[in-house]
């Protein structure tokens, strides 16, 4: 048997539920033995009694029980990352220094890997490593349908300091979409908090809205604040507009658009996929495209470099579907200010 032992989770290991943390780890361990763990108080997190299916975060320390000794922890296994798959992340790195890499993530490739994804960004690191000794670490994460802007650290110090920096708000995202309608007033701030919802089916879990009154009320709801600016508009049919998650909450932007009554177009898992859900005429003269593809994109990153010292503005450009949306509908970059929330005026 081996003695109790205490693990950190690392950086790129948070956000997911205990009992696959710990099968990772130990691979031999059974999900049976895991809720046994969790129901006789063995294994703890912080301190703290937990459940199978709480989730971990980075920094946290996890107590693991006495296992026997062939329930060793198994050495992260890495499969070869296929040689499209290496050219196609290469192919996506914006920036790359000693100590990170700026990547523009496309559509339908996760974050990290989960329930079914076994094509991610983290699982293609090896292929990001170029001159180091090690491979990358993610320090934030995108859903999958979302493209943009993603930070990936070189070394165990960098990813430290660029995580702190994204948990105390040191960092301006930027995002762009295009939502039904158009929102009144055309720049505001948006506070609904928010709570898993369940019945997120095959896209994964699903978050619902709570009245900002209600957050404090409601078990497991979280405060959220997104701003957003309306950029161009198609008639009263549609609109392109800037998204700032003020927090970082699972699917804020997606559930504040909504909420507002302006879903993503492309967005089915919160309205935005069918054509009734578009706008007037919006869907019915548009449709094909811009209904099946989510049109969310992390458009630019400001930081500070944590090394450097440095300040970096990243911009990611458009993907392809989104692209020939606005191409369609005649809207360019070039005629919107690159942070537009620091103008006065937006008409």
Known sequence: MSGVQTITVETGEGAQRLDRWLRRRFPNV??????????????????????????VAEGQAVRVPPLPEDRAPAAPRREKVAQADAEMIRACVLYRDDHLIALNKPPGLASQGGSGQTRHVDGLGDALRFDADEQPR???????????????????????????????????????????????????????????????????EKMRAVHPEEVDDIPGAKRAVSDYAVLENLGSR??????????????????????????????????????????????????????????????????????TGARLHLTAPLPEHMQRTWDMLGWSAADVPVDPFAEDDLA
């Open 30 to 55: 059974t999900q049976g033995q895991v809720e046994k763990m969790c129901r006789k108080g063995d294994l703890r997190v912080d301190g703290s009694r937990v459940k199978a299916n709480t989730r």
């Open 138 to 204: 993610l320090v934030h994460r995108l859903d999958k349908d979302t493209s943009g802007i993603m930070l990936m650290a070189r070394n165990r110090l960098t990813a430290a300091q660029l995580s702190e920096a994204f948990r105390d708000r040191e960092t301006r995202k930027i995002y762009w979409a295009a939502v039904a309608g158009v929102p009144q007033p055309r720049m505001g701030t948006i506070r609904y908090g928010l709570v898993k919802a369940g019945g997120g089916g095959e896209g994964g």
């Open 238 to 307: 549609g609109a392109w507009v800037a998204l700032v998650p003020v927090t970082g909450r699972t699917h804020q932007l997606r559930v504040h658009m909504a909420e507002m009554g302006h879903p993503i177009a492309g967005d089915g898992k919160y309205g935005g996929s069918g054509q009734e859900n578009m706008g007037d005429g919006w869907g019915a003269s548009f449709g094909g495209e811009i209904s099946r593809k989510l049109h969310l994109h992390a458009r630019s990153l400001t930081l500070t470099h944590p090394m």
